[in-house]
């Protein structure tokens, strides 16, 4: 803030002008971390653990979140997103792999008692 000087004798006040500048600045929304998601992926689906690591990134998310490093916090807390993502997807597959083979194999067994 500029510090402040007195006005000069020979200047009347009602002579200044009148205006008032106000800055506001927006207010920046507080990045996601992720955290229940990543724990719920290292709990349930931990593959290649990819859960683990996104853990590991989303507690780095809330810790650079804490800190006020916004920027840091964001980049954690996508990673942490991206391998949360990840994770789910070779999850659904393995289960849609393991589904198929069972489905598969019980068939065919299905098909020889027939015969």
């Known amino acids: ?3 402040y000087q007195m006005l000069p004798a ?8 009148r ?3 106000v800055t506001v600045e ?3 929304p507080l990045p996601r ?6 724990l719920c992926t290292t709990l349930y689906g931990n593959i290649f653990c990819l859960g683990f690591l996104a853990f590991f990134f989303s507690v780095k998310s809330r810790d650079r979140k804490v800190l006020g490093d916004h920027s840091g916090a964001l980049s954690y807390g996508s990673t942490a ?3 949360n993502i990840t994770a789910l997807v ?10 198929i083979v069972v489905a598969v194999a019980v068939g065919g067994a299905a098909n020889s008692y027939r015969y």
């Open 33 to 38: 971390d992720h955290l229940v998601w990543s």
């Open 19 to 21: 205006s008032t500048t």
């Open 81 to 83: 997103k991206c391998l």
């Open 1 to 3: 803030l500029p510090s």
């Open 26 to 28: 927006e207010e920046r």
């Open 10 to 17: 020979d200047m009347n006040m009602d002579e200044m002008p």
């Open 90 to 99: 070779l999850n659904i597959l393995i289960v849609a792999v393991v589904i």
